[in-house]
């Protein structure tokens, strides 16, 4: 009887013991869900930290608390639906509006969160080419309501054909463009072809420089220091009549350079404006090599070697000449 008593009692015991454990729990999440719990987080913003009680249960309510309305385009982190826990810190970027202007008529509107104009070029896959210019600058600041511009630079190698096919082409597509359209400078003869560096702005063409001359029946190419224009030829020959010297003087057919003078080379110039032993191409006459002087050779005036005086005298005075200067070595192709 004892032990049927003392069984019941620690059956009714355990029983009570199990209930009594189940009503905690049960207050315990009742609790949890029903009285309110305050977490401290930190919320890092572009104007600083800012320390928060909040009630909220996750990062999307602590924005609700706060009256913050985000968009896709902001950066927070952790994310909106992340649970909060106590110390968490919150960061959170605003994106700003920005507009792209891009060459001549491409504009490109944005929000972003990238701290710099290179960041977010770079978010917006848009290469700059080495010319290309950026305002504002690249390491700049990105803020609300900012303007970018993009001009787009480039440089082509254009014949003077080529230039002006681009010319015609690009009054045809905007006949009313107000770009000044650089001036071309077409050889005074057939026989030569200039190769200019063009530079474009947003694809118009606004300057050029001459960069290369090309001997069209040879297609040999030079890069003339310097054009002399209006220059006037004369000629002379090796003989008594222009040097004062006999086919039996030592000094006979010798330049001033010392070499032996030879037709279609031997030229001689002012020293002063051409120097001695510099290739020159004479326009009409081809490439020349300066290694002569003469007391009437002067300033823009050019004696070309004939292979005798009678020609050299037939030849006369001929003026309004175009000479490129092109330096101690003969141009090849």
Same mark, same amino acid.
């Given at each position: 009887?004892?032990?049927?008593?003392?069984?019941?009692?620690?059956?009714?015991?355990?029983?009570?013991?199990?209930?009594?454990?189940?009503?905690?729990?049960?207050?315990?999440?009742?609790?949890?869900?029903?009285?309110?719990?305050?977490?401290?987080?930190?919320?890092? %913003?572009?104007?600083?930290?800012?320390?928060?009680?909040?009630?909220?249960?996750?990062?999307?309510?602590?924005?609700?608390?706060?009256?913050?309305?985000?968009?896709?385009?902001?950066?927070?982190?952790?994310?909106?639906?992340?649970?909060?826990?106590?110390?968490?810190?919150?960061?959170?970027?605003?994106?700003?509006?920005?507009?792209?202007?891009?060459?001549?008529?491409?504009?490109?509107?944005?929000?972003?969160?990238?701290?710099?104009?290179?960041?977010?070029?770079?978010?917006?896959?848009?290469?700059?080419?080495?010319?290309?210019?950026?305002?504002?600058?690249?390491?700049?600041?990105?803020?609300?309501?900012?303007?970018?511009?993009? %001009?787009?630079?480039?440089?082509?190698?254009?014949?003077?054909?080529?230039?002006?096919?681009?010319?015609?082409?690009?009054?045809?597509?905007?006949?009313?463009?107000?770009?000044?359209?650089?001036?071309?400078?077409?050889?005074?003869?057939?026989?030569?072809?200039?190769?200019?560096?063009?530079?474009?702005?947003?694809?118009?063409?606004?300057?050029?420089?001459?960069?290369?001359?090309?001997?069209?029946?040879?297609?040999?190419?030079?890069?003339?220091?310097?054009?002399?224009?209006?220059?006037?030829?004369?000629?002379?020959?090796?003989?008594?009549?222009?040097?004062?010297?006999?086919?039996?003087?030592?000094?006979?057919?010798? %330049?001033?350079?010392?070499?032996?003078?030879?037709?279609?080379?031997?030229?001689?110039?002012?020293?002063?404006?051409?120097?001695?032993?510099?290739?020159?191409?004479?326009?009409?006459?081809?490439?020349?090599?300066?290694?002569?002087?003469?007391?009437?050779?002067?300033?823009?005036?050019?004696?070309?070697?004939?292979?005798?005086?009678?020609?050299?005298?037939?030849?006369?005075?001929?003026?309004?000449?175009?000479?490129?200067?092109?330096?101690?070595?003969?141009?090849?192709?």
């Amino acid at each position: 009887m004892v032990h049927l008593e003392l069984n019941k009692f620690k059956g009714l015991w355990l029983k009570k013991s199990t209930c009594a454990l189940v009503v905690v729990g049960m207050v315990t999440i009742m609790l949890y869900f029903v009285i309110p719990r305050e977490y401290q987080v930190t919320l890092v %913003t572009e104007d600083g930290r800012k320390e928060i009680s909040t009630e909220g249960r996750t990062v999307g309510e602590v924005f609700n608390e706060l009256g913050i309305e985000p968009i896709a385009e902001d950066y927070i982190f952790p994310t909106l639906d992340q649970k909060l826990k106590d110390g968490m810190t919150i960061q959170y970027l605003r994106a700003k509006s920005v507009t792209l202007f891009v060459g001549a008529d491409e504009v490109i509107q944005v929000k972003t969160t990238e701290p710099t104009v290179q960041a977010l070029l770079h978010s917006q896959k848009l290469t700059l080419g080495s010319m290309d210019q950026v305002d504002p600058t690249l390491d700049n600041p990105i803020s609300e309501a900012m303007s970018i511009s993009i %001009t787009r630079v480039h440089q082509e190698l254009l014949s003077s054909e080529q230039m002006e096919q681009k010319r015609k082409t690009i009054r045809t597509a905007a006949v009313s463009s107000v770009v000044a359209q650089p001036e071309i400078e077409q050889p005074a003869s057939g026989d030569l072809q200039h190769w200019y560096e063009v530079t474009f702005v947003n694809d118009e063409p606004v300057s050029h420089i001459l960069k290369e001359v090309e001997i069209v029946q040879s297609g040999v190419r030079f890069e003339p220091r310097q054009i002399l224009e209006n220059v006037e030829l004369t000629a002379y020959g090796a003989g008594v009549e222009h040097t004062g010297k006999t086919p039996e003087d030592p000094g006979y057919g010798i %330049t001033a350079t010392g070499r032996k003078v030879k037709e279609n080379q031997t030229i001689a110039v002012d020293p002063k404006v051409i120097p001695l032993g510099w290739w020159v191409y004479i326009e009409g006459y081809g490439l020349r090599r300066a290694e002569d002087t003469g007391s009437a050779v002067k300033g823009k005036r050019i004696d070309l070697y004939l292979p005798s005086d009678e020609a050299a005298n037939g030849f006369g005075l001929k003026k309004g000449y175009t000479v490129y200067l092109i330096g101690p070595e003969k141009p090849n192709s």
